[in-house]
């Protein structure tokens, strides 16, 4: 499928998810560097990292600019910046491994998804710098 991504000119992103034998940052590195192709990357999700067992800093470091995409969700809290991820760390890391795309809200829509969508929009933008 990576000789299909570069003829359609697409970026596939590889994802931790608990349902595959990838639940690892290395072990999408692995996978990255099999397949061989620029047109294959990471699907970052810093909150299935660190509930997959793993340190999403240390992910975001190991895999850097294979990261096409980020999902942004905080477990352990309904709105970002109150669950378990250092997401000003990951939004750093983020920064200094060159990522430059979006980061796709993966959160609960709460009992006030308007409110919950502004603030975790604002706390990303807050953290990103924009």
Known sequence: VAYEARKAEI????????????????DILDLIEAVGSP?????F????S???????LRDI???GSR??????????????????VDIKGCVEALKQAG???YFVLETPSTDD???AARHNLGYLRDLHGE
């Open 50 to 56: 660190l509930t997959l067992g793993g340190d999403p």
């Open 99 to 101: 990522y430059r795309g």
């Open 113 to 115: 998804p308007d409110a």
């Open 61 to 63: 470091h190991l895999l």
């Open 67 to 84: 990261i096409a995409q980020v999902h942004a969700k905080d477990p352990g809290g309904d709105l970002l910046g109150r669950g378990k």
């Open 45 to 48: 999700d810093w909150g299935n």
């Open 11 to 26: 970026t596939l992103a590889l994802e931790l998810v608990g349902r595959s034998h990838a639940r690892t940052g290395q």
């Open 39 to 43: 047109w294959v990357g990471a699907y």
